[in-house]
């Protein structure tokens, strides 16, 4: 019986510890152990930017300027029934007016893969942005969503 309330427990700490963390640009907070599946640093759920606050390391990006987003599936929350999908977004820096510059669908690769996107930058008004991405799982077994976001500034 022991044995069966630790791999339950085992099985549950797997489902809820890690995610999607952003490589390029480098997203908000630090990278500490992201090529291991389940880094903590890569589970975020609290929208937009899962609760990291502004960085200092700001991009800065031309309107109409062609960029390659580079992510990692930390941890796979692939479900055949209702696959996922990872959204590449641009928003205010508080979340609002998000639009979606692309996305890619989960098809079930394996944990610590890598995803590449070339977006480009839309001709929005100069300011302060987040370029923000989601891994939508559509797992009932996981959070609905997990977030990065890098702090951009378009000329």
């Given at each position: ?34 090529n ?44 055949k ?19 979606t ?55």
């Amino acid at each position: 019986m022991f044995t069966l309330k630790v791999a339950v427990f085992v099985a549950i700490v797997a489902v809820c510890s890690a995610h999607l963390c952003m490589l390029s640009p480098a997203q908000r907070g630090s990278l500490m152990g992201f090529n291991k599946a389940g880094a903590n640093d890569c589970f975020l759920v609290k929208s937009p930017c899962g609760g990291r606050p502004k960085s200092d390391n700001v991009i800065t990006l031309r309107s109409m300027q062609n960029l390659t987003v580079v992510i990692q599936k930390n941890l796979d929350h692939w479900a055949k029934a209702t696959p996922g999908q990872f959204k590449f977004n641009i928003a205010q820096p508080d979340g609002s007016g998000i639009q979606t510059l692309g996305m890619i669908p989960d098809m079930g690769e394996p944990s610590l893969t890598l995803y590449a996107l070339n977006v480009t930058i839309p001709s929005s008004s100069a300011g302060n942005y987040i370029l923000q991405t989601e891994y939508v799982t559509k797992n009932a077994q996981a959070p609905p969503v997990f977030y990065q976001c890098a702090d951009i500034m378009i000329m």
